[in-house]
């Protein structure tokens, strides 16, 4: 019956640091929807529903019909003791003075000193065409409550009334006999507090004080309630403003008096409508009609009467973020909501006539596919055993591997919340991991590359919040059959990203997809170059665009994977070139087979060569635009041809090792002063081959093992050196005897 929409929150502080909240679990976890009570019980038309505050009577849920069984005008209760439990029992009753004190009862607050308030959704609670009607006090004791004064010449049970809010249709305690109200006819939130109780079934209600905010501007819908609630931590006061299709938040504390005002029909201590309250906007989203409303431990929980939907709101962000819905499926049905002591969720289903409870057992199992070889993984869940070991048992051992921008790649044993990993496997496969949801992380970040991972539930990229923009955009690349960019972060899954600063960001579920900085990608314009190596893996460039100076950046590819991962990328690591770039290729699954693909029809491949860095071989494409490079070509150049390089570069030489002759390669994309220096090991000149000015273009030299006295040089490790203008390269080459 209920359908989980979103998934939630947990959060971090500092690094990596979390809690679990227990309403986060609902949105993930194993959750179970029990039918509680029917119409056998007594549930005529229920609008709303609370759990006895006084200890020893908090397994108490009083339910409060709009109706009675004889559905005639005046509300009644029916009181589940017991509540969820295998000795649930339920009593209805209804007061001989219910057609007036709850005529058309809409909701219903718990006070912890015992006494219980009901507001009428009515315009006169004596139907004789007036105003007279607000709100009830009772008192909750069951000898007292429904039982005195039934028949005698007093008003039944109750204990006091207050007449000055007609259609009244939320409610909530605020300590003592004070009960803030939702008056539906002046359109305002109000504050009654009912002094000292008169004697059961009396009618002295002089000392009671009402104060009318009517800044906090709300509206009714004919028939449907409109629920309020106090957070506890905070003090604020959060209301369904069902009308107006919105939640709204006052603080109770706030505000001043403005106006001395008249009482309606009957003499109270005090009367005033109050200016400059605090209030604000807390939701209008994705909200048509919600009434039942609930918070408990910094959750905001909202039902909405119309598609019978669930939301979880975390309220101590600002603003308030939705978290996730639950997806009852109960069109036109919930009414009212609680959450119980214990964190259960219960609502009644006024049509219906019906009440539910939803509980959730919390843990909950992950299915975490991986790949054979290299695979980027993560935390998906809290565990009691954070090892490696036991959370992905069939890796390799001794591979997971974290990085950091200083020391690299570093060999550790156990995961953490938000840290990115490589770990290896042996083959495909996958683990079931078993533990706690979070939807929360809060990792610190550093300028640069950083391994991350996400929460417990799938979340967009784009939503998540990077409060000083640190997140490079573009950059966050998961690893498959090679990196890719990566629109969404998985459960259990690694990713690379790149920070421009050092600084935290937010990965939460729930929040709208405008967090993170956009990102137009340049290279869905550009031809590719798509590589494929014998196993399957993949990797794809780009060619053909200029990338903005200020975007560079967003272009880069993260660090090389682990020794025997498949990599393809340009120098620099960058994945995208404009006429040209030398290709480094990390693979050792032979052959490759690589497609080059044209974003338009105008360009061919006669316009572009693919050539061997090395031996300086030019590989030849096919009709269909591909070729297979069956020896280790570790090195490749892609130029535009007739285009002049776009940067300096030194190729490695070919062959090498060599013996006695081997080529060495260089590309100069301006015309400048350039030396080619031969040295050995310890730093002295051998030779010297170039020491001129050139001019644009690639250059080759040849060098025949001889020093610069035309004498042979004895074989071993040499490296040689191009100097260019303010360009300074060095590589290594091993001649052989």
């Not at 009714?220 to 309630?225: C, E, H, Q």
């Not at 005002?261 to 009367?271: K, M, R, S, V």
């Not at 299915?367 to 890796?395: F, K, Q, R």
């Not at 998540?464 to 573009?474: E, M």
Request: overall charge negative.
């Amino acid at each position: 019956m209920l359908k989980n929409k979103y998934l939630l929150s947990i959060y971090i502080i500092f690094t990596f640091c979390y809690t679990q909240n227990p309403i986060d679990a609902y949105l993930i976890g194993n959750n179970t929807t029990t039918l509680r009570g029917t119409a056998q019980d007594g549930l005529i038309t229920p609008r709303d529903l609370d759990f006895h505050k006084v200890p020893g009577r908090q397994d108490e849920l009083w339910v409060i019909n709009e109706y009675n069984i004889q559905r005639t005008h005046g509300g009644s209760t029916v009181t589940y003791y017991n509540a969820g439990q295998d000795n649930q029992w339920a009593e209805y009753r209804k007061d001989s003075w219910s057609g007036h004190f709850m005529h058309t009862a809409s909701a219903i607050a718990i006070s912890e000193n015992g006494t219980f308030a009901n507001t009428l959704d009515c315009q006169d609670a004596n139907n004789q065409g007036g105003y007279f009607t607000g709100s009830s006090l009772w008192d909750s004791d069951t000898s007292v409550y429904a039982r005195v004064h039934q028949s005698d010449n007093l008003l039944g049970s109750h204990i006091d009334m207050i007449h000055q809010s007609p259609y009244s249709e939320g409610i909530a305690s605020a300590g003592g006999n004070v009960y803030w109200l939702f008056d539906g006819f002046h359109n305002a939130i109000c504050k009654y507090d009912f002094g000292v109780p008169h004697q059961h079934g009396g009618d002295n209600h002089s000392d009671g004080r009402v104060w009318r905010h009517s800044e906090v501007a709300v509206d009714r819908v004919s028939g449907l309630s409109s629920h309020m609630a106090i957070d506890p931590v905070s003090g604020w006061l959060y209301i369904a403003d069902t009308g107006n299709e919105r939640i709204l938040r006052m603080d109770p504390n706030s505000g001043q008096i403005a106006q001395n005002l008249t009482p309606y029909g009957e003499q109270l201590a005090g009367y005033w409508r109050m200016s400059e309250t605090d209030w604000n906007i807390v939701a209008d989203t994705d909200l048509t009609y919600p009434t039942g409303l609930d918070v408990y431990d910094n959750r905001l929980l909202v039902s909405d009467y119309a598609n019978g939907d669930i939301i979880i709101y975390d309220i101590t962000q600002d603003p308030v973020i939705e978290l996730g819905r639950l997806e009852t499926g109960l069109n036109n049905e919930i009414m009212g909501l609680t959450v119980s002591p214990e964190g259960e969720i219960w609502y009644v289903c006024t049509n219906a006539n019906k009440l539910y409870q939803i509980s959730s057992s919390g843990a909950v199992s992950l299915t975490i596919e991986h790949l054979s070889d290299w695979n980027l993984v993560g935390l998906p869940l809290v565990v009691e055993d954070s090892s490696y070991e036991t959370v992905y048992p069939n890796a390799l051992s001794g591979t997971l591997y974290s990085f950091d921008n200083t020391g690299g790649y570093q060999l550790i044993s156990n995961l953490i919340a938000g840290e990115g990993y490589w770990l290896r496997f042996s083959s495909v496969g996958s683990n079931i991991v078993t533990g706690i949801p979070f939807n929360s992380v809060v990792p610190y970040v550093t300028t640069g590359w950083n391994l991350i991972s996400g929460i417990s539930s799938t979340i967009a990229v784009e939503s998540i919040i990077d409060p000083s923009g640190i997140i490079v955009p573009g950059t966050i690349y998961g690893f498959g059959l090679g990196y890719i960019q990566v629109d969404e972060l998985e459960p259990g899954k690694g990713y690379w990203m790149r920070a421009s600063g050092n600084g935290t960001i937010t990965i939460q579920s729930g929040n709208a997809k405008q967090s993170a900085q956009k990102f137009i990608d340049r290279s869905e314009t550009a031809h590719s170059l798509i590589f494929t190596n014998a196993d399957g893996s993949v990797s794809q460039l780009h060619f053909g665009v200029k990338i903005p100076e200020n975007e560079k950046l967003s272009y880069t590819l993260p660090p090389l994977p682990p020794a025997d991962a498949f990599d393809v990328r340009y120098s620099g690591d960058v994945r995208v070139v404009d006429i040209s770039g030398e290709i480094f290729i990390q693979n050792n699954q032979w052959p490759i087979t690589v497609k080059m693909s044209f974003h338009n029809e105008e360009s061919n491949r006669s316009e572009w060569m693919l050539m061997n860095s090395v031996t300086g071989e030019e590989y030849i494409f096919d009709e269909t635009n591909v070729i297979q490079i069956t020896g280790m070509a570790e090195n490749l150049i892609l130029q535009k041809r007739g285009a002049l390089p776009e940067k300096f570069s030194l190729h490695q030489n070919y062959p090498n090792p060599f013996n006695p002759i081997t080529s060495l390669r260089y590309g100069l994309p301006e015309r400048a002063q350039v030396t080619l220096t031969v040295f050995d090991l310890m730093g002295r000149q051998i030779t010297q081959l170039v020491n001129t000015t050139q001019d644009v273009g690639l250059k080759s030299v040849q060098w025949n093992a001889t020093d610069s006295f035309g004498k042979p040089v004895s074989a071993g490790v040499y490296l040689y050196q191009i100097r260019a203008g303010e360009f300074v390269q060095t590589r290594k080459m091993v001649l052989l005897k």
